[in-house]
């Protein structure tokens, strides 16, 4: 299963960036989605999800208020807002399809993942 995710890019601090994903319908467009991002020499780490219907989010306290995912059904995209962006928020940024309809962040509850895309965030 292929997921194309884009959107990143070379910001400064403070600006803002969206992700997206797009993935074939028969996989996404009834699994929740997920963003995850591993910065250099770090573990990958959940960002936030959203369910099938788009209407449960879940985030991560690191970038909660600042960040928001949605997903476009019609389009089999998801997004992933980026605010006030930091030079911690630098990393490779993975979007994932859960095994679910919810919104999840376990990293085991995920079973597709994207190739990642790199932000780079200069302070």
């Known amino acids: 299963v292929q997921l194309q995710a884009s959107g990143g890019g070379l910001v400064q601090a403070g600006d803002s960036l969206t992700l997206s994903c797009t993935c074939p319908k028969r996989t996404c467009s009834n699994n929740g989605l997920g963003w995850f991002r591993r910065a250099p020499g770090k573990e990958r780490e959940f960002l936030a999800a959203v369910g099938w219907r788009g209407d449960f989010t879940i985030y991560a306290d690191s970038v909660k208020g600042r960040f928001t995912i949605s997903r476009d059904n019609a389009k089999n995209t998801v997004y992933l807002q980026m605010n006030s962006l930091k030079a911690e928020d630098t990393a490779v940024y993975y979007c994932?399809?859960?095994?679910?309809?919810?919104?999840?962040?376990?990293?085991?509850?995920?079973?597709?993942w994207g190739q990642g895309t790199l932000v780079t965030v200069s302070s």
């Open positions: 994932a399809v859960a095994r679910s309809s919810g919104s999840t962040s376990r990293l085991e509850g995920y079973q597709y």
